[in-house]
């Protein structure tokens, strides 16, 4: 770092914008916390003799996504604090990686749902896949990802700002934002949905087994689908409101002049939960079913019933 951008990175603390000091940090925390902690799912799902199961594949998907995310961090931490100065291509880029991950986190979590539900309730639907389709399943993720990428890292471009160059959403025509915006939500929620009912239902039908009964297995069901509200729904309510700004724009100017303030003061922070999102999917994927990874080899093929049914 030059002297004249630790310059501009004091003047930015200084001049009182805590916002962007307080979405640093706490990103910052997210990939201390976060990465080490999937790089450690990553090892301990490749230790295992073999990873046929595809909660275990779908853990592991879920892991590298988070890590893809997560390492990206730093870039996003020094563009807040000290602008946007690596160029129009790595904005791209770098956004690509962020959406990219995040379109497949959540798809997959979304998948764990569904393929829970099925492989539970209808176990002989979910046979007909076969180890074919399971292996198919993956990069069809991935490639669906990569094109629901598309519209966001499309609009992304370098624009010069009151504090600076940055690297965010730039569209010439107010419909393609809301387009963008629009797409972003829909897509979204319909995914987080589907992970809600999925779960509701597979929670309501097996509530009675044995697996179930227990606290553990319902806080952690329960712990999961909160997560999800919680860190999600907040980046999905700015861009309500910056797409409700925007239509407002001529017909209320007053009223869209104060959702596009509250968008901009509220839109780092709730993007930063995303990043949260990735940081404790370790803990709730994966550390929370390390002793039945870790049971004696008589209990193994137990174990992985265990865990096929629960996760």
Sequence with gaps: MTMDQLNISISN??????????SSTLMGLCCLVGLPANI?????ILRQAKIDNITLKLMLNLACSDILCLASLPVWIYSLLCGWNLGRGLCKFFSFTVYCSLYINIKTVTMMSVQRYVSVLYPHQWARLGRRGEQVLLPALWGLACILTGPSVATRNTVVTSSGLSCQRHTELDWERVAVLLFETLVGFLLGFILVTFYFLLHKRVNQTALFSTQRMTRLVTGITVTFIILWVPGHVVNIVDISATL???SHPVTSAKL???????RDFAKCLTFVNSCV??????????????????????ADTAIQTCV
């Design 40 to 44: 450690a799912v990553v090892v301990v």
């Design 13 to 22: 603390i200084t001049s009182g914008n805590l916002g962007n000091v307080v």
């Design 281 to 302: 999917d370790p803990f709730l994927y994966a550390f929370a079913f390390q002793r039945i990874w870790q049971r004696r080899p008589d209990k193994r093929e137990r």
């Design 248 to 250: 407002l724009k001529y």
């Design 260 to 266: 596009e303030t509250f968008g901009e003061l509220t």
